[in-house]
């Protein structure tokens, strides 16, 4: 049941990272929240996941993480049940999904209402998370950046990971062909959300080059390192290479920017270079400075994404789904790249 009391603070479970540790080194904690003030809204998170960011963020090699000790947990979904001082009514009791970047391993938060968009009936929160940061990258990456398009080839590089298994299905919708790098142990399960998997401890550009001799019209690297100028050579003339991530740099000592500089300037060179090919670098935050305009085009992907997944043409891929206090757990497991699709952290009631 929503309260409609906004005058309250509220204690909220916490998952809290302390610093450089293992995932069992995650603490749990208390927060007093204060009450939402106007233009903000208290949620009851219902669900939140594990990404990509959070495994970076406890050996701190994501870009611009906030220092040590904090909350992590990039997204959530949840029932808002309070708002600020004449704030609208209308927003109490709807489920919303948001985008945190940190924060969202948590029972509760205090929220801008800015931020808010709302989640579709005949989804659960569980299904929807798995939707809110991976449909916005997967969206904007193949529609805003490559503008893919029906009868193009594309590669996905992960595409069994939370990422990759969207961006394969919404290029299925899309009518565009895929091949995904995976594991032999997730290759079925690739096949199974419409993609040619690869096995990606094999030559990967023999296996895609055998599947595209003249070459892909697009690429989406997450891995860096030695893998993107494989990547930028499978383009075809005119295809596009989309970085958005270095994780094959994850576990290297050293200054946690360098990784990603030595990649801007790699794709910066290329660009200038008179090959026909274009390479991007995509982060989810760029534009942010205009923030009603970051908002808008946020909150319009991500209803696309959360629509298409309500009419049943996106399915969830939910690895396991793990209790707020147990995300020690869940974090070790999203690390073990066994599984397809997202790792689900559920909060539990507080007593």
Known sequence: MSDTTATTPITAVVVVLPGRVEPHGLTISRREL???????A???????GVSFAEQQMRRGKYYDQPPFPFTPGYDVVGEVTAVGADGDAALLGQRVAALTKVGGWSSHLVLETADLVPVPTGLTAAEAETFVVNGITAWQMLHRIAKAHAGQTILVHGANGGVGSTLVQLARVAGIRVIGTASPRNAAAVQALGAIPVDYRGDVPRQVRALAPGGVDAVFDHLGGRSIVDSFGL??????????GSASTKDEDGNSRLPVLKLFAQLMWWNMLPNKRSAHFYNIWSGKRRRARFRSRLAEDLEAVLDLAARGELRAQIAARFPLTDASRA?????????????????????
């Open 34 to 40: 204060p009450p939402p003030r106007p233009g903000q």
């Open 42 to 48: 208290l949620v009851r998170v219902e669900a939140t």
């Open 235 to 244: 383009l075809t003339t005119g295809g596009t290479l989309v970085a958005y």
């Open 331 to 351: 974090l070790a497991l999203a690390e073990s790249r066994t599984v397809t699709g997202k790792v689900v952290i559920v909060p539990e009631q507080l007593p």
